[in-house]
């Protein structure tokens, strides 16, 4: 059974970085042809596919969201980590990490992690 856990802050000041970590069991980070992918919906939208690293330690980036986000990962601890800088209040919702198999299917989920911005 894949497990996947979000930990971090859960509040962020304005501008400043916002570091969340996803810890895997069940499987590892490196195993072809998962990704691992973070996911957010802020409250009344829909989910946001924000951007995911892969086996081969790839990352793909929203366009959207590209000039401000890093993913990478610590394939000791299997996990991998979200980075997003210069946050604002737009940038508050619940985070999930999420197993994504070839980019496509979203099979793991964690629980998510709300994320608010505020000074």
């Known amino acids: 059974q894949v497990q996947l856990q979000e930990s971090g802050p859960g509040l962020v000041k304005p501008s400043q970085t916002l570091s969340l970590s996803c810890t895997v069991s069940?499987?590892?980070?490196?195993?072809?042809?998962?990704?691992w992918s973070w996911i957010r919906q802020s409250s009344g939208k829909g989910l946001e596919w924000m951007g995911a690293i892969g086996y081969n330690d790839n990352t793909y980036y929203s366009p959207s969201l590209k000039s401000r986000s890093s993913i990478s990962w610590d394939t000791s601890k299997n996990q991998f980590t979200l980075q997003l800088s210069s946050v604002t209040p737009e940038d508050a919702a619940v985070y999930y990490c999420?197993?994504?198999?070839?980019?496509?299917?979203?099979?793991?989920w964690g629980q998510g992690t709300q994320v608010t911005v505020s000074s």
């Open positions: 999420v197993r994504q198999y070839k980019l496509s299917v979203c099979d793991y």
């Open positions: 069940g499987d590892s980070i490196t195993t072809s042809p998962y990704y």
